[in-house]
């Protein structure tokens, strides 16, 4: 008897496919850590000092109390996913050039975001430029890891789960959820309880670029998403 041929699939909904595999988003962020950790060893400066506060504090309530062990908890979370999904042990340079692609592409409606909000005013460059690019990276990987990768996940189970909710509306919930709470942590206590003028202008960009990142991490994985925020904390220190 012949054997079977496996069914071609087409090369737009491989491509799909191979962008929500997380093993090539491992090929995506373990350069990002990399580099941000050996950098930042190097330069001589704390890791805690280019991440936001609040993210230092999350992740050591995930464990991650170490230099590098928040590195290691992202790695360990992509890859547990990994393994059960049950994906091939494969990398696809396709997929890994094209999350770097749309990262850079998808930017771009934060641009408009900024514009409608905040007018696009001129950021005030960081005194050291390499610094600067740490922080992009830093914030970038960690904060899409707390708060689309961790965050959205949790209050899926919670919701689809636990509760019983429907996919669609609990994707809506979840969206709202990660924006708002990323929105709300760029500020201190006492702007968020009245006690101090709190600036609603750049809160309303903050949750503009929070649903944003959350959609877009939904829709085109975890990598994307994270480039895309490395990109636009380049271009708010760079610009």
Request: charged fraction near 15%; proline fraction near 5%.
């Amino acid at each position: 008897m012949p054997r079977r041929e496996e069914p071609i699939r087409d090369p737009a909904e491989q491509y799909a496919l191979e962008i929500h595999r997380p093993i090539n988003h491992l090929a995506i962020i373990l350069p990002l850590l990399a580099f941000f950790h050996v950098a930042s060893m190097v330069a001589g400066i704390r890791t805690a000092l280019l991440v936001p506060h609040y993210l230092t504090f999350v992740l050591a309530l995930l464990g991650a109390t170490g230099a590098y062990l928040t590195a290691a908890l992202v790695v360990a979370v992509l890859g547990a996913q990994h393994v059960v999904r049950k994906d091939p042990w494969r990398v696809s340079l396709t997929a890994v050039a094209g999350q770097a692609g749309e990262g850079v592409v998808w930017t771009l409606p934060l641009l408009l975001a900024a514009w409608l909000t905040t007018g696009l005013g001129r950021p005030v460059p960081p005194d050291d430029r390499f610094q600067g690019v740490l922080e992009s990276i830093g914030a970038g990987v960690y904060e899409e890891f707390l708060f689309r990768l961790v965050l959205i996940s949790v209050v899926n189970i919670v919701l689809i789960d636990l509760v019983g909710l429907r996919k669609v509306p609990a994707a809506i919930i979840a969206v709202v959820v990660s924006a708002v709470l990323f929105a709300a942590c760029h500020f201190s206590p006492e702007e968020l309880l009245g006690r101090e003028m709190m600036n609603w202008t750049i809160f309303s960009f903050f949750l503009l670029a929070g649903a944003w990142w959350a959609v877009l991490y939904a829709w085109r994985g975890f990598a994307v998403v994270v480039v895309s925020h490395v990109c636009w904390d380049l271009f708010v220190a760079f610009m």
